[in-house]
């Protein structure tokens, strides 16, 4: 009886052991397994975090290199040194943002229409792992595209307080004659009214002191297109006119052989550059802002009553204009653009 005991106590202790020494391996094998496991996401984790910034970094870089290149635009499709320059401005702002690209990553937008009104860039970059290797992911690819277009600016800094009509404006660009129009009117027999003076700040009083203020330096607000009635600031104002529009003529520094900045060569933001509400009369004291034009300002003439202000069409880009950039085409008639990532 002794010995079964003793036998059976033997056989329970033997495979205790047996049973204690399965359940250490087991948990050994486990504990690898797990810890292996836990490499593996740590890896992951790492190299992914690590693509996850190379990523947000490319995506920086391409939206920066698609808006400088926006702000060249528009420019016509078939105008070799316009379209070079566009493309040229996306390389140098992608490199400037530590990213190399080339002319065959940048792609020029038309829309269907002769001029290139949008830039698209797309590039990749490859980033080598660290712990990912171990399991055979020696490097992760990342790939960011980017687009930006112009749209129509709906809002300007810095409006001059003169106007231009838009059916007029529109006559005159389907003519194609926009230079040297008239942007404040004389009035002939002296009569007080609405010669194209717009009272900005949309509060009826201020006058003459406004004007000469708005017209020299620029109204220190935002100008918004829309439904908003503008009140007209009444009569020829020459005196105010005069003197601002001569002293911002002057302050221009481009082009001194030249005679400045004028509608054959200019630099964007020379005071001379102008941006012009166009206008909708909607009563004999008040106009709506329908949109805004650039113009390079060529003359204030004409004494006393016959004073009047003339400038020529041109396109500039308004960097804080909000766009709706739906309408490429009237975008393209009244040349104030904003440049906005569409992608
Ligand atoms: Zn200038």
């Not at 702000?71 to 566009?86: E, S």
């Amino acid at each position: 009886m002794k010995s079964t005991i003793r036998s059976t106590f033997r056989w329970i202790t033997g495979n205790a052991r047996r049973i204690r020494q399965d359940e250490r391996g087991s948990s050994l094998l486990i504990l690898g397994l797990a810890m292996t496991a836990m490499l593996v996401m740590a890896a992951f984790a790492l190299d992914l975090g690590l693509a996850y910034l190379e990523a947000g970094r490319l995506q920086n870089a391409m939206d920066a290199s698609a808006l400088a290149a926006a702000t060249q635009l528009p420019a016509r499709a078939n105008d070799p040194i316009r379209t070079q320059a566009i493309v040229q401005a996306a390389v140098m702002y992608a490199a400037k943002n530590g990213f190399r690209i080339t002319a065959d990553d940048v792609t020029l937008l038309t829309d269907g229409t002769d001029y290139v009104l949008g830039v698209s860039v797309e590039a990749d970059s490859t980033i080598q792992t660290h712990l990912a290797g171990l399991v055979g992911l020696d490097a992760i690819r990342v790939d960011r595209p980017a687009e930006a277009r112009i749209g129509v600016a709906s809002s300007v800094g810095g409006a001059v307080p003169l106007s231009i009509e838009r059916d007029y404006l529109n006559a005159c660009i389907l003519q194609g004659m926009t230079s040297h129009l008239t942007l404040k009117f004389g009035s002939s027999d002296g009569t007080e009214g609405f010669f194209g003076l717009v009272d900005l700040d949309r509060e009826v009083g201020g006058g003459a002191s406004d004007i000469e203020t708005w017209l020299a330096h620029g109204y220190p607000g935002k100008v918004l297109s829309g439904d908003l009635i503008y009140p007209v600031e009444p009569g020829v104002n020459s005196g105010p006119c005069f003197k601002a529009f001569w002293s911002r003529f002057a302050e221009c520094t481009h082009f001194p052989s030249e005679g400045g900045c004028n509608e054959q060569h200019y630099v964007l933001g020379c005071p001379r550059i102008v941006k012009v509400p166009i206008i909708v009369q909607t009563a004999s004291k008040s106009v709506k802002i329908v949109g805004f034009a650039g113009f390079v300002l060529e003359g204030c003439m004409g004494q006393g009553v016959n004073n009047y202000i003339v400038g020529s069409f041109t396109h500039i880009m308004e960097p804080d204009g909000l766009a709706n950039g739906q309408d490429p085409l009237s975008c393209l008639d009244y040349g104030i653009y904003t440049a906005y990532l569409s992608r």
